[in-house]
């Protein structure tokens, strides 16, 4: 048997090259989330009814989901194929030049529907980035990670999350604050978009300097690689997939209900200012940020699928308190809400990269772990302001609560039903 390759990569490389990626492409993300209900309604789909603006807005907020699977597939295969550093570079070039695009079109006003169709392709564009960077951002760090470790390694890039999120709420609160409604409307609101440029060149700097995992090259050395990993997912791990999936769409879903849901519900119908919220919503993301550490290592000692089971359970019951929480007329038991549905999203999120990717392969891991994750973006997220929006105003925030509750139920039952096998590294 061929000796094992040993890698060269340093603990400080891997692990900021893992998180340095995914915090341009979510601060890339979730500026069109912002903008999505901030700006957008009024550039790009104007009408006389505000709700529907909001809600065509949000509808091309759900492209960047349906496109993210193809970028799972098209990078998976090469990552799987050819190796994780080079596709996780051009993955992180199409997310940043979809991003800056976004950033130079002009609006509904100056050249018609055009504007909204280019908007759409530039969001399809940065689905298809963001389907190819998270997968590899997190075998990046967990395939160069002790056994022992593996969730401490795989929670950095989960980090860009909140870290991008911070920087994007952030970065409008300040244009908003310092810029006039014209301004902003006008010019102000693409200088996040066209800044993003920056980041993207201190990524790609980075990202060149790691070298390739040693599971990939071991994986290279024992001539183990499959011919087609994306058949070879179909033909093989079919229960991974799908139970990989369902167990993953909590995740999404008490993310886009804390964060483009309650933005856009609290603005219009609860009375909050734009900017009042942005405090609050930027306050309980540190919540995220915190707890996302604090469930990996609670992951390393417990196990990832265990951690995933009690966090799922805890999601369900909070669901259960969305109408006393948002309805109590107080921004205190607003904050309250916000930060607890914040600390959940990190007990979930934190370990959810390590356990999708321990259920396949080194020869099909970059395929399978991001395609379980990105399928769940579709069914948890991609449609979840709009349909929250919609219970919310045809029946009522107890009915939102309740879609959260039953998200969490099928997630905790996919995660009894998966295998416990874990996979070589």
Known sequence: MKAKLQTENSLK?????????TTIEFFDF???????????????????DSTNSVLESLATFSIAFLSRPIG?????????????????????????????????????????????????????GQGVGLGGEWGGAVLLAIENAPPNKRAWYGMFPQLGAPIGLLLSGGTFLI???????????????????????????????????????????????????VKIPFVALLQSYKKELIFGTFAAITTFLVFYLMTVFSLSWATSDLGYSKRDFLLIQLFSVLFFALFIPVSAVIADRIGRRKMLIYASSVIALFGFTFSFFLNSGSTVMVTLFLCMGMSLMGFTYGPIGTFLSELFPTTVRYSGASLTFNLAGIIGAAFAPMIAIWLATH??????????????????????AISKKEHKF
């Open 395 to 416: 029946y009522s925030l107890t009915y939102v609560g309740f879609y959260l509750s039953i998200a969490a139920f099928i997630s905790l039952v996919s995660l009894l």
């Open 72 to 124: 799972s597939a098209v990078f998976g295969h090469y990552g799987d194929k050819i190796g994780r550093k080079a596709t996780l570079i051009a993955a992180l070039l199409t997310m940043g030049i979809s991003t800056i695009c976004i950033g130079f079109l002009p609006s509904y006003a100056s050249i018609g529907i055009a504007a909204p169709l280019l908007l759409m392709l530039c969001r399809f």
């Open 13 to 21: 490389h891997v692990l900021f090259g893992s998180l340095i990626g």
């Open 30 to 48: 979730y500026i069109y989330a912002n903008a999505a209900v901030l700006v957008f309604p009024q550039l790009f789909f104007p009408g006389a």
């Open 175 to 225: 244009l908003t604050d310092t810029m006039s409604s014209e301004d902003f409307l006008d010019y102000g609101w693409r200088i996040p978009f066209i800044a993003s440029s920056l980041l993207v060149i201190v990524g790609f700097y980075i990202r060149l300097k790691i070298s390739e995992t040693p599971a990939f090259e071991n994986s290279k050395l024992e001539q183990e690689q």
